[in-house]
């Protein structure tokens, strides 16, 4: 089955630097990769995904480059704010309404 | 916007001992999952159900897992004999069909269930 893996697991970016989180996977059929965001006692939410057929997508600060070749994808955040300070995950998912296979999360904390 | 929510935020238990967690999913979704996320730990899959079915588990969903979907609005997940590694968080996730194949999944609050 599939196997994401995410690095690193702790990432502490000063205010206004760009933070970059990696994660890989291992099934080639994986079309779907969202990122998560979990603050602290709070669900998991969506901040930005990317299709198999698209090499990067951008929103705002937020931005995701998909390398099919190599099975990788990152999220990169630009000009880091205290607000994003939480845990980030990333998914990778096969099927149209399959589940989701879950890197180990990464916390990331943004200091002033 | 709506949301899925979950019920209740958090399950205390004695060892052995039944435990049912609900959700209500969007109200327009069809597809429902049920993950678990251990204390510092990566999020995991349990069990995706789809027109009154379970579509695919996992490993962790054994025979003292159940869900059910009882009156068209609630999702429940049921653990027949709580052991104490079933202490996580569990989140209920639903995806609607707003077309396409690339749907994202929506998360409830989850249930923090103790086992003692």
């Known amino acids: 089955g599939e196997n994401v893996e995410q690095h690193p697991s702790t990432l502490s970016v000063q205010e206004g630097d760009s933070a970059v989180i990696k994660c890989t996977y291992s099934?080639?059929?994986?079309?779907?990769f969202p990122w998560y965001k979990q603050e602290l006692g709070k669900r998991p939410q969506l901040i930005i995904d990317?299709?198999?057929?698209?090499g990067e997508k951008k929103d705002q600060r937020i931005a995701v480059t998909l390398n099919k070749t190599a099975k990788h994808f990152s999220l990169h955040i630009t000009e880091t704010q205290p607000e994003d300070s939480a845990v980030y995950f990333c998914?990778?998912?096969?099927?149209?309404?399959?589940?989701?296979?879950f890197g180990a999360g990464t916390q990331v904390v943004v200091t002033p | 916007e709506p949301e899925v929510t979950q019920t209740p935020s958090h399950q205390v238990t004695q060892m052995g001992q039944e435990v049912i967690l609900r959700c209500v999913p969007i109200s327009n979704h069809l597809y429902f999952y049920w993950y678990r996320q251990i204390l510092g730990q990566k999020v995991e899959f349990l069990v995706s159900?789809?027109?009154?079915?379970?579509?695919?588990k996992s490993e962790i969903f054994d025979d003292q897992f159940s869900v059910e979907r009882p009156d068209g609005s609630n999702f429940t997940l049921k653990i027949r004999s709580t052991k104490l590694e079933d202490s996580a968080m569990y989140f209920c996730?639903?995806?609607?069909?707003?077309?396409?194949?690339?749907?994202?999944?929506?998360f409830g609050p989850g249930t923090r269930l103790t086992v003692l």
């Open positions: 996730a639903s995806s609607g069909t707003s077309g396409g194949s690339y749907n994202e999944q929506f």
């Open positions: 998914a990778a998912r096969t099927d149209s309404w399959g589940k989701f296979q």
């Open positions: 990317i299709r198999s057929n698209v």
């Open positions: 159900f789809y027109n009154n079915e379970i579509s695919e």
């Open positions: 099934d080639s059929a994986s079309n779907y």
